[in-house]
């Protein structure tokens, strides 16, 4: 055991499921506390309970002031500080329909939990580690954010904004010995993934799914499915002591996607839709 975090306080903020999950499992076994952030009252509690005393579940909203501001300080009560705050949950709007048919009625969602919550969740962080020595936010992004590509546009340019409000706290923070980096995860089967691409039959959506991952995986380099676990390993990185010379920062953890020029697939997505909504 490697103990990178030993003596850390670490809030994961969509630890529930997925990325934020494998993020906390891997902060626990690494020697930090950690809180799980989350409004999932179902599995945030399950996995608090499985990993031990040192992990805590605590229902927050990120898009809510008061959530946030409570779970920082829930960690600081329960565990006597906060040093790690990765702000990682965030909401999808649906792959289809298109944008000339999208009645934009989940954008004020999408923004005020992808945006708000991780410009709540850096500023209620850094007020407290900046009157105790410094410490290090993660905010997730996606290569949807710094890659202009087809579908789920609202989603998109939250994530856009969140990699420069990022960049932009790294510099407002930097003289407090707050750094600030970013994670662009790239095509990861979770929840989420599965979620942007609702609202048709399970047939549908297994074709869908299988005929997307053959589109995602057809211009990554590394073939190679990426899985929860890599884009965790880049927030351990960020969170430990390993880099404290590092701050504003984009990590991709996308098998190399966003290196070279970006493909919209557009013909075969709508091929991949046409196909999955006649099954
Ligand atoms: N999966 C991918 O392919 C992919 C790609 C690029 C970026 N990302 C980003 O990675 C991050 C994690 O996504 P994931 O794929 O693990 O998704 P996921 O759906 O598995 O996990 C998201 C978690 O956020 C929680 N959540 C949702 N709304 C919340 C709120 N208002 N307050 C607190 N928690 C809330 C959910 O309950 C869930 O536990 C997100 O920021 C996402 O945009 C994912």
């Known amino acids: 055991m490697r103990e990178e975090l030993a003596g850390k306080v670490a809030i994961v903020t969509g630890g529930a499921s997925g990325i934020g999950r494998a993020s906390v499992e891997l902060f626990a076994r690494e020697g930090a506390s950690v809180v799980i952030a989350d409004v999932d009252d179902e599995r945030g509690p399950q996995l608090a309970e499985a990993l031990g005393e040192r992990v805590r579940y605590r229902r927050t909203d990120v898009s809510s002031e008061a959530d946030v501001q409570g779970v920082v300080d829930f960690a600081v009560e329960t565990f006597g500080g906060l040093h790690i705050m990765f702000n990682n949950a965030a909401v999808s709007n649906r792959l289809f329909p298109s944008f000339l048919d999208d009645d934009l009625t989940d954008f004020r969602k999408v923004m005020d939990v992808n945006l708000l919550g991780v410009m709540l969740g850096t500023q209620r962080a850094a007020r407290h580690m900046a009157k105790h020595g410094g410490g290090s936010i993660i905010n997730t992004a996606s290569i949807g954010g710094s890659v202009a590509g087809f579908g789920v546009v609202t989603y998109r340019a939250s994530k856009a904004a969140v990699l420069h409000f990022s960049k932009c706290a790294a510099i407002d923070l930097a003289q407090h010995n707050v750094r600030v980096n970013i994670i662009n995860p790239g095509h990861i089967r979770t929840t989420m993934s599965s979620w942007?691409?609702?609202?048709?039959?399970?047939?549908?959506?297994?074709?869908?799914?299988?005929?997307?991952?053959?589109?995602?995986?057809?211009?990554?380099?590394?073939?190679?499915?990426?899985?929860?676990?890599?884009?965790?390993?880049?927030?351990?990185?960020?969170?430990?002591?390993?880099?404290?010379?590092v701050t504003g920062i984009v990590i991709p953890v996308d098998g190399g996607v966003s290196v070279g020029d970006s493909v919209n697939h557009v013909q075969q997505i709508l091929d991949a839709q046409t196909r999955a909504m006649q099954m």
């Open 196 to 245: 942007s691409a609702g609202g048709m039959s399970e047939a549908g959506f297994n074709q869908l799914q299988r005929d997307l991952d053959e589109i995602n995986f057809a211009d990554q380099p590394i073939k190679r499915e990426g899985r929860a676990e890599d884009v965790a390993e880049a927030a351990l990185y960020l969170g430990s002591d390993r880099s404290q010379q």
